[in-house]
């Protein structure tokens, strides 16, 4: 039996930043991983996405620069290469994880982990044989899995999860998205630059359930005007896949027809992951979907046995689980640590980017505030119209009288990047003031944040004032 301060049960972003942080506070640790370093974040989700969105865009530049002077014959992408590139980016990230543990003298197992008691795990190893760890404490940090939908099984060839989708050999003609949540808008905007026909069916009457329409409307509006059919309040109620592909029948208030694709992606939510854990058994509680829960020092219902990360539940943001593998490293250490972040930010990776943190209006005035919005196009500044991006807006939601930033939301170029500016400034406690008196280099987009502060305090330069 190998014994230790800490198990931690699962490599993603949130367990492998536990085990180093725990490491660091002089704690023997042990990282069971199943696959690969870096978990679905880093193999099979943010990172690989992100490469093919970043040469998507690249691609969707140029293939309009005719606008700019560019005029590029005969453009077109290699798949093969693109899928070197992208599993390049992973390879480079996952050595470095795997460098980072051994640096930090975290002890990294591979196989599959049972929790047999709450201090006990029995690792298979790849050659079927058994480990067995003994530890103090115990981290959970197996994250989350794509659902399936019956009669929509995956089969890796004519019908794929988000994993599959990454991985593909050639671009699809047609692809099909069951589901319009972020993972499948982020890969219809990505295959649809580089050359896809898109089709996407969403159950609700919105894509991006959740997120503000008027945010939605530039993402839904650049998928319309390059050709896509979005089916809304729709459903696929049956399939049929022959040599050409898949026929799937969908059905919404406006009938039912029959949608025809070399490709159908399932993108319709995730569930955690909990297989072997014994959580009933253990006495650790969960919610109705499963997520495992916790208290604010990431602690279960059983001493000892913590749990971080999309297994926890949501939002399923891989940043959020780093942060949350912090404070459970830090809780074990003994040191005065909760989760006590104002807000966490997020982004999606459409076309325009869409990002937000804090409250919406509606969310501010159902909290009891009295919430002022002031916003700024981004068709008003320099950098925008200089790199011909101007989709979107800035807008800012705070308290009037004290100024106090309550929410940021933004559509538009580099959307992701830009709200870390506001969720520092929420994290903070700053004011629009605050935000108006900082001096934002010219020209560049954080401007937009700036300019948008300028008008929430009443002192508007680049747009007009209202009077």
């Known amino acids: ?15 492998y930043v536990c085990a180093i942080r725990a490491s660091q506070l002089g704690k023997k ?13 880093l193999i099979a ?14 691609f969707d530049k140029v293939h309009d620069g005719a606008r700019f002077g560019i005029h590029a014959d005969g453009l077109r992408v290699d798949f093969s290469e ?10 480079s990230l996952e050595a470095g994880v795997a460098s980072l543990c051994q640096g930090y003298k975290v002890q990294v197992l591979k196989g599959e982990a049972e929790l047999v008691e709450k201090n006990r795990v029995i690792v298979t190893t790849p050659d079927g044989s058994k480990e067995e760890l003994s530890a103090k404490n115990v981290v959970i940090a197996t994250g989350s899995s794509t659902i399936q939908l019956p009669g929509l099984e995956f089969d890796g060839r004519q019908i794929v999860g988000s994993r599959e989708a990454l991985d593909l050999k050639a671009l699809p003609k047609r692809l099909l998205v069951v589901g319009g949540g972020y993972i499948g808008m982020e890969i219809a905007s990505m295959y649809q630059r580089l050359g896809s ?26 998928l319309e005007r390059r050709g896509a059919k979005i089916r809304l309040g729709a459903k696929v109620t049956s399939i049929s896949k022959d040599a050409d592909g898949v026929k799937a029948t969908v059905e919404s208030g406006q009938g039912t027809e029959v949608v025809q694709a070399d490709l ?47 297994v ?5 943001l891989a940043h959020k689980a780093q942060k949350e593998g912090i404070v459970a490293a830090e809780a074990i250490a003994g040191l005065p640590t909760v989760a006590e972040w104002k807000s966490i930010p997020w982004a999606i990776f459409t076309d325009p980017e869409i990002s937000g943190v804090g409250l919406t209006e509606k969310q501010a005035v159902e909290a009891g505030y009295k919430a002022k919005r002031s916003r700024i196009s ?8 200089a790199a011909g991006e101007t989709d979107g807006f800035v807008r800012i939601v705070s308290e009037e009288g004290t100024g106090v930033v309550l929410g940021v939301q933004i559509v538009g170029p580099e959307a992701s990047d830009l709200i870390s500016e506001a969720a520092l400034a929420i994290e903070m406690g700053a004011t629009v003031e605050d935000l108006a008196l900082t001096i934002h280099p010219h020209p560049t987009l954080p401007e937009a944040i700036m300019e948008a502060a300028e008008s929430a305090s009443g002192k508007p330069i680049h747009q007009l004032k209202s009077i």
């Not at 926890?312 to 399923?316: F, T």
């Open 29 to 41: 640790v042990i990282l069971v991983e199943k696959a690969r370093l870096g978990g679905e974040c």
């Open 45 to 58: 989700g943010c990172i690989p996405s992100k490469a093919i969105i970043s040469v998507a865009k690249a």
């Open 82 to 91: 693109m899928q070197s590139w992208k599993s390049g980016v992973v390879s």
């Open 197 to 222: 026909q898109i089709s996407i069916v969403e159950l609700t009457e919105q894509l991006l359930p959740g997120t503000e329409p008027d945010l939605v409307r530039f993402a839904q509006r650049s």
């Open 1 to 15: 039996m190998k014994e230790s301060d800490l198990v931690v049960v699962g490599g993603g972003i949130g367990g």
């Open 378 to 385: 981004f068709a008003a500044l320099g950098r925008a119209l």
């Open 264 to 310: 159908l992606l399932v993108s319709v939510g995730r569930r955690p992951v909990t297989q072997g854990l014994n959580l009933q058994r253990l006495g650790i509680e969960t919610d109705p979907k499963g997520f495992i829960k916790t208290d604010n020092r990431m602690m279960t219902t059983v001493d000892g046995v913590f749990a971080i990360g999309d």
């Open 312 to 316: 926890r539940g949501p939002p399923l």
